[in-house]
């Protein structure tokens, strides 16, 4: 079967790129709702337009036939039959749960992407004040009754993709190629937190870099246990920013998103992996106030650590900020 990777490598320079990222985070809600297999769900709904760009301007009624064609050999044949019948105007009829989800997903994302829905209650009153004018869209919503999701669950669903959507920047991630990183305050049971310290005064938080698909909370989760084998609790989201990284002599570096995460942990004995067990640095436990005495610490910028070391931990949205190597 076609990996994720490679459907959004087919996906990527069609127009419909973020249609299909928006459905997919939808289709694989909904595949967790039904006990189904995520990926094939998601991958269904990234590729379920791979031909709009081709088909658009001539007929509507190859719509997703010419994509299911070009598919014959990526996927299973409930996949391809989901894909040809997704658009009315091809005549395959829907049929099983995983059909009807697809087209649920797509207007949803549809009406999501009309409205530029940013909250909940943008959806909620283009449901009711667009389907009602469209019929297709009120048909299509309508399934939800032939799968047995109730108003509720559909808006639950709406939520949750539009928080991966907005509030991870999921999608501006996955469009903009680049990963983000998250980094995290391990506050163990004495409210120590953990640092990796160097001998020439420097320190540096768990964390890492995130791997393709994953949340922000997901690679500090990810991250913590590969470093210090401490399993983790994500508590909040301290601060999320852009950082903008000089290095010495002035230079731009690099961008990343960076997230930094307060968590805690039951767990006693750090473990540092390969990568700071050397003897040029220490895994530590210091107080959050502990942190204004180091030259820099990474990732987080001074801003942000001085904040953090009066116990400032909710720091929310911070734009864009600099770091500048010492
Ligand atoms: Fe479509
Ligand atoms: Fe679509």
Aim: with cysteine; aromatic share 8%.
């Amino acid at each position: 079967m076609i990996s994720k990777e490679e459907a959004l490598g087919l996906i990527r320079r069609t127009t419909k790129y973020s249609h299909a990222l928006l459905t997919s985070l939808m289709m694989r809600r909904l595949a967790e709702m039904f006990g189904e297999d995520e990926e094939r769900w998601e991958i269904v709904g990234l590729l379920h337009d791979l031909d709009y760009d081709q088909v658009k301007d001539e007929d509507m009624t190859k719509h997703g036939i010419v994509a299911a064609e070009a598919l014959k050999r990526k996927l299973t044949e409930d996949q391809l039959y989901a894909i040809r019948s997704h658009d009315y105007r091809s005549g395959f009829k829907p049929k099983s749960c995983l059909d009807k989800a697809l087209i649920i997903s797509d207007s949803l994302a549809v009406l999501i992407e009309e409205v530029k829905a940013q909250n909940l209650e943008d959806i909620e009153t283009a449901i009711t004040r667009i389907s009602a004018k469209r019929t297709w869209l009120r048909k299509n919503l309508g399934m939800c009754d032939e799968i047995g999701i109730n108003i509720d669950q559909l808006l639950k669903i709406s939520r949750e993709t539009l928080n991966l959507y907005f509030g991870n920047r999921y999608l501006a991630l996955l469009l903009g190629e680049r990963g983000f990183v998250s980094s995290v305050l391990i506050r163990n049971e004495a409210g120590r937190i953990l640092v990796f310290e160097s001998l020439d005064g420097f320190a540096a938080l768990p964390g890492g870099s995130s791997e393709f698909g994953e949340t922000p909370e997901g690679t500090a989760i990810r991250e913590s246990l590969e470093e210090t084998g401490l399993r983790i609790n994500i508590e909040r989201a301290v601060a999320f920013y852009n950082l903008i990284v000089f290095n010495k002599d002035g230079t731009e570096k690099c961008t990343f998103s960076h997230y930094l995460f307060l968590a805690s942990t039951t767990d006693t004995n750090p473990q540092p992996n390969a990568e700071w067990k050397n003897s040029k640095v220490e895994c530590r436990r210091i107080t959050l106030s502990d942190l204004r005495h180091y030259k820099n610490v990474w990732p987080p910028t001074e801003v942000v650590r001085n904040k953090v070391s009066e116990g400032n931990l909710d720091l929310g949205e911070m734009g864009e900020l600099e770091y500048h190597m010492q």
